[in-house]
């Protein structure tokens, strides 16, 4: 079991940054975790954000945010950030970390991307940038 908590949202302007962190806890092995975020607007399902391998040596972003977010890993702390930048209205979101504990060494880019393959989800935490 793992349990993750998601925290650093708040209201930004447009143009500002913001970092958001997740800890993980538990009895799964964090670095044997692939980790990533999603957010939900309203109205909207929830979408793929960015993700990270367990190593970290590889990383995913959806193209909405590719260049301006910046995913990591630190795994003494068993943490996940995602640095936020140039942040848009449209960013505005509850922002969710997830974490897959599948043990298949090798799959495809498109895996990360799939909200189903993750085991673990946080409560989320709310980003709002006003325009």
């Known amino acids: 079991q793992v349990q993750l908590v998601e925290s650093g949202g708040e209201l930004v302007q447009a143009g500002d940054s913001l970092r958001l962190s997740c800890i993980a806890s538990g009895r799964e092995n964090f670095n044997r975790l692939r980790m990533a975020w999603f957010r939900q607007a309203p109205g909207k399902e929830r979408e793929f954000v960015a993700a990270i391998s367990w190593s970290g040596s590889s990383t995913y972003y959806a193209e909405s945010v590719k260049g301006r977010f910046t995913i990591s890993r630190d795994s003494a702390k068993n943490t996940v950030p995602l640095q936020m930048n140039s942040l848009k209205p449209e960013d505005t979101a509850v922002y969710y970390c997830?974490?897959?504990?599948?043990?298949?060494?090798?799959?495809?880019?498109?895996?990360?991307?799939?909200?189903?393959?993750?085991?673990?989800w946080g409560q989320g935490t709310q980003v709002t940038v006003s325009s």
């Open positions: 997830a974490a897959d504990r599948s043990l298949s060494q090798r799959v495809s880019e498109s895996y990360y991307y799939t909200a189903a393959v993750y085991d673990y």
